[in-house]
């Protein structure tokens, strides 16, 4: 059974940081690229950022320049630094494949605001 655990998120003043943090298992883990997603109160669940596992990274146009996604291989976690945060970022924040398989963890939550 797939699953994902994601950790890090909280409340958090306009321009802080935060690091997030999601683990799955190994067999997934090094098999596929990995990705972060969001999804803010009445919108759809977007893509924020995916990283390969060769370690090439892309980014939505909304976080670039702010957010980094890297990958421990060791740990079979991938990572998520946010950092001059604003309150659009405001979601729940979930890790998953890419593309994403069809089971979801519980997220975790990001709040942005003074």
């Known amino acids: 059974q797939v699953h994902f655990v994601e950790s890090g998120g909280g409340l958090v003043q306009p321009g802080g940081s935060l690091r997030l943090s999601c683990a799955t298992s190994a067999s997934i883990f090094s098999r596929y690229h990995m990705g972060w997603y969001r999804q803010a109160p009445g919108k759809q669940r977007e893509l924020v950022a995916t990283?390969?596992?060769?370690?090439?990274?892309n980014y939505a146009d909304s976080v670039k320049g702010r957010f980094t996604i890297s990958r421990d291989n060791a740990k079979n976690t991938v990572y998520l630094q946010m950092n001059s945060l604003k309150p659009d970022d405001t979601a729940v924040y979930y890790c998953?494949?890419?593309?994403?398989?069809?089971?979801w963890g519980k997220g975790t939550l990001v709040t942005v605001s003074s």
């Open positions: 990283i390969t596992t060769t370690g090439s990274t």
């Open positions: 998953n494949t890419f593309p994403a398989m069809d089971a």
